[in-house]
């Protein structure tokens, strides 16, 4: 097993960090464009060596779609694809492996639906894992031709892609992914008769159903809440901005935040690239590390003394804490990892709720945090969508290696644990080019020891 052990050092170096380019808002744009006809590269200015995994995956599935619409315009360039062209090519459709790029597997799920084509898109065993049925049943009912090619409701998926699909009203459920949400939204100005979205239930993750259709409207579409619950596109033609640029990631940022936090520092320099203005959902972390500086400072330096042991009752936990540092996460669940370390490492009680969607990520989050922690000694309470900590500690292992389950948020918010522990050994490094492919680059730049 591959592994990165992670050595503080005496004092960070002052430096300058390039943060990687938001995933949210690259992976709409690379749809948006590529629906008004505009390749990757136009939208990228990069290669895809550059990029991480998540965007590159897409940007190739685009690319693969693009050629086979080319192959399909030049077989008959005066017709649409016929029934009968459909069922020869379902024989032979091109596969299409985005790994494990779960946005990948949503976003263009919907965009080869309306794409001249067959296709089959399938991913790792991971992704086979995650489900996909309510977005696959929503497609099939505005007339997409899909089909499951293993277990009903997951990848792989065979899809015959049509240019033609009807839109009008759809219902779907507010809890579920918000990537399905903005999947069908992204496609709505393709549709005949564009679409009426109607949200039911609780809403999760909001901002980024809000910087999609922030970004559809920079492209020229026409798309709006008409209420609380429903979302109305109307059909239009997408055209890329002229001044078209993506912008820092806000979840890469989180990462840094968390270090400055566990070294009260600020040598390192960041914030400069981000956008204060984001429609990116995680820009809230700049609030919930005040926050939690702020709860630090209530709290006193010898906050160590109000911890637990895991025998001791409930009832005597409460006592024995000071205030709980609470936050609901149903608009940003992509911060919870960093953030639930980061409180851990400054001995901070917490209750975070809103994680329902943590379970179906590239790992169960919840329980992947609740497991690593213990290693380093902290006994994390878990419900279906929350996460509390109440000071409860066990004893830590003397040499642990945190597994990172193909996540790439785990290795990134576990490494900076070694400021507080003196070191650690991350599984699976590599993972982190799903999302911020230069991370340890960056970490050594900041005077961090990583030794892989």
């Not at 006592?319 to 992509?334: E, I, K």
């Not at 389950?405 to 799903?434: E, N, Q, S």
Request: glycine fraction near 6%; aromatic fraction near 6%; charge should be negative.
């Amino acid at each position: 097993m591959s592994y990165v052990e992670i050595v503080a050092p005496e004092a960070l170096n002052k430096c300058t960090i390039n943060l990687p380019p938001s995933k949210s808002v690259a992976n709409r744009m690379l749809i948006m464009a590529a629906l008004g006809d505009v390749q990757p590269q136009a939208v990228l200015h990069r290669p895809l060596s550059e990029l991480c995994d998540d965007i590159s995956a897409l940007a190739l599935l685009i690319q693969t779609a693009s050629e086979n619409c080319k192959q399909e315009r030049t077989s008959d360039s005066k017709q649409s694809l016929s029934d009968s062209k459909q069922t020869d090519s379902k024989q032979s459709p091109s596969v299409v492996d985005i790994g494990a790029a779960g946005t990948a597997m949503r976003f263009g799920t919907a965009f080869l639906s309306v794409t001249l084509g067959n296709y089959i898109i399938t991913g790792t065993e991971r992704i086979r894992q995650r489900p996909i049925g309510l977005l696959v049943e929503a497609l099939r009912s505005l007339g997409a031709d899909i089909e499951y090619v293993g277990e009903d409701g997951f990848p792989p998926l065979h899809i015959v892609g049509n240019t033609n699909l009807r839109g009008g009203q759809l219902t779907l459920k507010g809890n579920v992914s918000s990537q399905f949400i903005s999947a069908l939204l992204m496609i709505a100005p393709t549709l005949k008769g564009g679409l009426t979205l109607t949200l039911e239930g609780d809403i999760v993750s909001r901002p980024y159903i809000d910087l999609t259709l922030a970004l559809m409207k920079q492209f020229g579409a026409k798309a709006c809440w008409m209420d609380e619950r429903a979302i109305h596109i109307e059909p239009s033609e997408l055209t890329p901005p002229a001044d078209l640029a993506i912008e820092a990631d806000w979840t890469a940022a989180s990462y840094w935040y968390e270090i400055e936090a566990l070294c009260n520092t600020s040598n390192i320099k960041f914030r400069e690239q981000l956008n204060h203005h984001s429609m990116q959902g995680d820009k809230v972390c700049d609030d919930i590390f005040n926050k939690i500086k702020s709860h630090t400072a209530s709290n006193g330096s010898d906050a160590e003394q109000t911890l637990i042991t895991s025998e001791q009752t409930t009832h005597d936990s409460a006592d024995a804490l000071q205030s709980v540092f609470c936050y609901d996460f149903t608009r940003c669940p992509d911060l919870a990892q960093t953030i639930v370390v980061t409180c851990c490492m400054l001995d901070v009680p917490f209750r975070f709720t809103g994680l329902q969607t943590l379970r179906i990520k590239e790992t169960d989050r919840i329980e992947a945090l609740s497991t690593e922690l213990a290693k380093l000694g902290y006994v994390l309470q878990t419900a279906e969508s929350t996460i509390c900590w109440d000071g409860s500690r066990c004893t830590p292992q003397p040499n642990p290696i945190i597994d990172t389950y193909h996540d790439h948020r785990m290795a990134m918010a576990f490494a900076p644990c070694a400021l507080k522990l003196k070191h650690i050994c991350i599984a699976d490094p590599d993972v982190v080019t799903k999302s911020y492919p230069t991370y340890w680059h960056d970490l050594r730049a900041a005077g961090i020891i990583c030794r892989k």
